[in-house]
């Protein structure tokens, strides 16, 4: 009982199978012993709420935020004991807070909603009773077969049974699960394949049995248990070939009409849901997964919460000030009873304790008196400061999408933001750790060499060209290779010809590239639009071998090139024919039985298939990166292959190496059986099939390799130097080998050629591995060079983070540049996650495109995906995602600027306004006998924060621009001036502090000197009171807050100027209407008339003006005297900007030779009074100047002339 208690409270789940079983249609076994799995509905929910649980669990979740929690505290502390304040004024902002995140997550949960509900509600066609049942998605169950049309979205995880082709294929699109547009073929195993209509599905008697979800889309492991009539089986037979091991693993029944076979069934079955059906009249699968249990709904996992830097120093700010609180409360306490401790003031004639008060305890009496005290102060913690920094973020992100720099018009794509909780995390980057390919290059690979049987060639015009002269031929006289066609031809020249050369090397040469080049045409996964391959015979390809516009799709882009250079020379891929993949030769077409694809994987890292060629011999046809195919060869030009494709990467060109293997029938009759075997393995499917992968691939022939080049994106070089002029580091982390990385890496500037590079590579021992890095480290240290780079391969970075992570670490912080080649994909998660924990913790973005690059994405603080070729599961998985690697330039220097300048501001801003606030009511204490008396009204308390000051900082975090955006983006040096979070430091978090205490003290003081007195202000000899002494206070506070808030504004729109200035309109206006009416609703109306009163006092007025502009002045000549004595980078560029429209500005560019930072103050001064010379201006930046020594590169290009300075 107790079990199945904790079992339906999710603390003790049900044990659950590895596998499933599925019965096809299902037809359950009728003998009554078998009980039924149970399976979720096909709902899909990505709603997060329902109407009976919207409101406590979004309680609950917003309570969990410590701002949040505290004023719930406060708030219910007001409504038990006796406070100076009442609840509202805690209980209105916090119900206003609450309830605009309430509204806000309630409107996007019901948007979800609408989309779940129009998702499930969508109509689907079942097999059911022997016909076709319309019904709606969500009705579906495990066990049904579904009919698919054309261009129709898979409702749920379907395993393919048969399509309108005989052989059972059909193709879909998966863009809207990974992203890649291009075609892919699935396959139904070939005893189901015939079964093309209802009427037949209705008789198949057949199980599923698979692996229970997982959220891998590549990734499906099961077998297919077939019953049948045997006179069924024999009336299908003309349909598929039934192999001899096939015929072999046949398991008979008992009841001998009927035969039992087992299939395999693999990714290649399995038809995701959310995915489309492309090139296919119609197809029929069975569910085997659904509703929330699809992979597409299994990838709606979210990510780990990023947290940006700006937020932690927000959260360790509220700490502070939650020590000043409570620092202030314990004080006025204290002071409190040792005021009290005289008898006159502990109990005075007009205020006599009641005989309750008198027998109290004194505990109970200090514990209340402290909760009173800190309600009276507790809005020094400012609770509307998360509300507002949420809608800026929110807001702000828009920006990004909004700007034209960063859209793509080729691609039609624009930024996108993900997240919009790490804005200002831009403009804090100090490592940006970057894929090669399709993110520093196109991804758009072209066939440029190749090398066949130690015989380098190129393609210059579809013609392969060879390399200086061939060996058998020391003439030269074989000047080209046009295509096959030519070779061909060669053949049959006269013997006379010049042109010849001996027949045996030219009919060699024939059989080469022929097996060379078929190889390239049959070992992929490239697929033809079947409009496309409905004319396969002499139509497409003429007799002289230009093609019509046949368009190959291939999710490789490498597959793609090899396969258009092979039908180029001659070899023509036309596509798949059921289980043939047909080639036309030199027109001649030729048939190759396809029996079986061994899939390219990152660990293997090469791809193979076997073949039966027309002669009816088997080959193996293997191709990948040469350290996973050279290895295994055993015959044909090894070490000049090798050196060729050394060659090739130092050109900056991506190689692939090709190799064969012929198989005796003994030999692949025992490779097939183990294939079957393993395919249909349920347990250790992936060990089983890496090991008979490993027997197969072995004993091979070398043919040659191939170079596809992989241009560079558009200004990449210069957004490189630009990031590191910017200060920052930039890493590339590619799978690429080493040359090809070190190649590109010299070609768009992450390499210098001055630069002195470092190797760790080929390092087999951890000894080794430590010596090496201990070389480098001295060599970093003895060389005189200003720049260092460091090469490290896969291999070697897992023998230095294994027992030598801080020798790595010295070593690539001395080096201005590391590129890490042979990377597997959760090795560039690795580095990235030694980096973040570094003594330093510096902050990283991590940027690729493809789906090896998802896991750096999400380890990185900030992940940006580009929006490129490889699919878009980088995009998918990132913060933030871009059309090209050019837009990361302006995506941190102006976005990323703004961004941190304007938070950063708006986060001390609230801290700074709420000293201000909070101050003088803790000052008001020494004078009322800390009897706990409000200085302020109970709705100014309330509203301060909402509606008086919240518009002007808010606009201001939207809008603000302290500098021009062309002048960040130029100048990138700008950057450092906020890296290291500088602008949230200790430091300035203290000079906002000190501010806000002595801008309070001001308020107070000043107010108190003009009204403390027992002097009349008014013309009728009447006294102001204590609402009239605090009005006058908030008054002076509200006006010189947000003028401070103006202050710090530098780029004005009538936005913000409404805001500004309307916020103090706002006040004055609704202080008159709220003083000025007698308010029936309210209980006590302590500020009837109090506001107009004051306002009628002309030494008010003038009390106002001097307060204000004494806080501000001070703060003014700060503001002026750093930006002569130190300025910033960003305050020269601002004041350069300023130039053209002002004559002789005083200027970081108009100091002479050898002048000091003094200087400048005395030529403003002679500017003042007239004597400013334009001779004494001209110059040029030089090394001796104390302010830009460390922006040369930027700013010392030029000479200055008065003209524009």
């Not at 080049?517 to 230009?546: M, R, Y």
């Not at 306004?913 to 020494?926: G, R």
């Not at 700008?974 to 806000?996: A, P, Q, V």
């Amino acid at each position: 009982m107790w079990r199945w208690v904790r079992q339906q409270l999710g603390f003790d789940p049900p044990h659950q199978s590895d596998t499933r079983t599925i019965y096809i249609a299902n037809r359950f076994p009728q003998n009554g012993l078998y009980t039924p799995q149970k399976f979720i509905d096909n709902r899909i929910i990505s709603s997060k709420y329902t109407v009976w649980n919207f409101v406590p669990k979004n309680l609950f979740e917003q309570f969990r935020r410590v701002a949040n929690f505290y004023f719930l505290i406060i708030f219910l502390v007001q409504l038990m004991i006796d406070t100076p304040t009442s609840p509202i004024t805690s209980g209105l902002p916090l119900f206003f807070v609450i309830t605009v995140t309430a509204i806000k997550q309630g409107y996007e949960d019901w948007l979800r909603h609408n989309s779940d509900n129009e998702v499930n509600g969508a109509p689907v066609y079942v097999v059911r009773s022997g016909g076709l049942v319309k019904t709606r998605s969500k009705n579906i169950r495990v066990g049904d077969i579904v009919r698919i049309a054309k261009d129709e979205i898979f409702p749920a995880d379907l395993v393919l049974l048969s399509s309108d082709r005989l052989d059972g294929s059909c193709h879909v699109t998966t863009a809207s699960l990974d992203g890649e547009t291009n075609l892919k073929t699935h396959v139904a195993v070939p005893e189901t394949a015939v079964l093309q209509t209802v009427a037949n599905l209705d008789t198949l008697v057949a199980v599923i049995e698979c692996q229970q979800p997982e959220a891998d889309l590549y990734r499906f492991m099961g077998r297919m248990i077939i019953t049948q009539h045997m006179e069924e089986i024999v009336s299908y037979s003309f349909s598929f070939h039934v192999s001899f091991t096939e015929r072999n693993s046949n398991r008979k029944t008992t009841n001998a009409p009927r035969s039992t076979q087992c299939k395999p069934l693999g990714p290649e079955s399995l038809l995701l849901r959310g995915a489309r059906l492309k090139n296919t009249k119609e197809i029929f699968g069975v569910a085997i997964y659904t509703g929330m249990e699809t992979k597409m709904a299994l990838n709606y996992k979210s990510k780990s919460q990023k947290r940006s830097a700006v937020e932690k120093s927000m959260n360790t700010f509220l700490i502070i000030y939650l020590i000043i609180l409570i620092s202030e409360a314990t004080i006025s306490t204290i002071l409190k009873y040792t005021w009290q401790a005289e008898g006159k003031w502990d109990e005075p004639w007009y205020n006599q304790k009641t005989e309750h008060q008198r027998n109290s305890s004194k505990i109970l009496r200090f514990i209340s008196d402290f909760l009173a005290f800190l309600v009276l102060y507790n809005f020094i913690i400012p609770i509307s400061l998360y509300v507002t920094v949420e809608m800026q973020k929110f807001l702000g992100s828009f920006f990004i999408g909004w700007d034209l720099d960063l859209y793509h018009e080729e691609s039609d794509q624009k930024a996108q933001v993900n997240t919009s909780d790490l804005n200002e995390e831009l403009g804090q980057v100090e490592y940006v750790f970057t894929d090669k390919t399709g993110t520093l290059t196109e991804n758009e690979m072209q066939f440029r060499e190749c090398s066949i049987n130690g015989i380098k060639y190129q393609e210059i015009n579809g013609r392969l060209v060879p390399e200086g002269p061939t060996p058998d031929s020391p003439d030269g006289n074989v000047s080209y290779l046009s295509s096959l066609s030519h070779l061909n031809n060669l053949a049959h020249l006269p013997a006379s010809s010049s042109f010849r050369t001996s027949p045996e090397y030219e009919l060699e040469l024939i059989k080469e590239h022929n097996l060379f080049f078929k190889a390239v045409s049959l070992c992929h996964t490239v697929q033809i639009s079947s409009v496309q391959t409905d004319g396969i015979g002499d139509g497409p390809w003429q007799s002289n071998l230009t093609p019509s516009p046949l368009e190959y799709y291939a999710s490789s882009p490498d597959e793609k090139a090899l396969v258009e250079a092979a039908a180029r020379i001659g070899i023509v891929f036309i596509g798949n024919s059921e289980e043939t993949m047909e080639v036309k030769i030199l027109g001649k077409l030729e048939r190759y039985k396809l029996l079986h694809v061994l899939e390219f994987d990152s660990d293997r890292r090469r791809m193979s298939v076997i073949v039966q060629a027309p002669s009816g011999e088997k080959f193996l046809f293997a191709k990948g990166a040469e350290s996973s195919i050279l290895p295994r060869c055993i015959g044909g030009e090894i070490e000049k292959t090798r050196i060729h494709v050394d060659e090739f990467a130092l050109k900056g060109l991506r190689t692939l190496c090709i190799a064969y293997r012929q198989f005796a029938p003994k030999e692949y009759e025992v490779i097939d059986r183990r294939l079957f075997e393993a395919r249909t393995a349920l347990q250790q499917r992936e060990e089983k099939l890496a090991n008979v992968f490993q027997f197969i691939e072995k004993d091979l022939i070398l043919l040659g390799a191939t170079a596809v080049e992989d241009r560079l994106q558009d200004k990449v070089r210069e957004t490189i130097e630009a990031l590191r002029m910017a200060g920052i580091k930039v890493w590339v982390l590619t799978g690429d080998k080493h040359e090809t990385a070190v190649s590109v890496s010299l070609s768009c500037g992450h390499f210098h050629r001055t630069m002195n590079i470092l190797e760790l590579t080929n390092q087999k021992s951890d000894s080794g591995c430590a010596e090496q890095l201990r070389r480098l480290a001295r060599r970093i240290t003895e060389d005189h060079v200003i720049q260092h780079g460091l090469v490290v391969d896969g291999t070697s970075l897992s023998l230095a983070l294994r027992e030598h992570e801080k020798l790595f670490m010295e070593v690539c912080r001395n080096c201005s540049a590391v590129l890490c080649c042979r990377m597997a994909p959760l090795q560039k998660a690795k580095v990235i996650r030694l980096i973040k924990i570094s003594p330093e913790k510096p902050i990283t973005l991590a940027i690729g495109d493809g789906a090896n690059d998802v896991s750096m994405i999400q380890e990185a603080h900030v992940g940006i995906g580009i929006m490129g070729k490889e699919g878009r599961q980088a995009a998918r998985n990132s913060d933030y995602a871009i059309a090209r690697f050019k837009f990361l330039s302006k995506l941190l220097f102006v976005h990323g600027h703004f961004y941190y300048i304007r938070i950063a501001t708006l986060v001390q801003y609230f801290f700074y306004k709420n000293v201000c606030f909070i101050t003088p009511q803790f000052l008001y204490q020494f004078y009322c006998l800390f009897s706990q008396q409000t200085l302020y009204d109970s709705v100014y308390l309330t509203l301060y924060n909402i509606c008086f000051t919240s518009l002007p900082v808010l606009m201001y975090s939207l809008l603000e621009q302290h500098i021009d955006p062309h002048v960040l983006q130029s100048k990138p040096t700008l950057y450092r001036d906020i890296s290291k979070n500088c602008h949230l430091s200790i430091k300035t978090f203290l000079y906002w502090t000190m501010l806000g205490f002595s801008h309070a003290f001001i308020f107070f003081f000043g107010s108190y000197f003009l009204i403390g007195k027992d002097i009349s202000l008014l013309g009728n000899g009447q006294m102001f009171g204590n609402w009239t002494f605090g009005t006058l206070v908030f008054t002076v506070m509200v006006i010189t807050v947000t003028v401070k808030m103006a202050l710090e504004t530098h780029f004005w729109t009538w936005v913000n100027h409404l805001v500004t200035w309307g916020s103090i309109i706002f006040y004055f206006v609704f202080s008159l209407f709220y003083g000025g009416i007698f308010w029936p609703f309210l209980g006590s109306q302590n500020m009837y008339f109090v506001f107009i009163q004051l306002l009628s006092s002309g030494s008010a007025w003038f009390a106002i003006i001097l307060m204000v502009v004494t806080c501000l002045f001070v703060d003014i000549v700060k503001k002026v005297f750093d930006r002569q004595l130190c300025p910033t980078s960003t305050e020269k560029a601002q004041l350069t900007e300023a130039n053209s429209g002002v004559q002789c500005l005083d200027s970081m560019c108009c100091f002479s030779e050898g002048q000091t930072a003094c200087a400048s103050v005395g030529r403003m001064l002679d500017r003042v009074i007239g004597s400013c010379s334009p001779a004494h201006i001209s110059r040029s930046w030089s090394a001796s100047d104390p302010f830009c020594t460390s922006d040369r590169s930027i700013l010392t290009l030029s000479t200055m002339d008065s003209s524009t300075c």
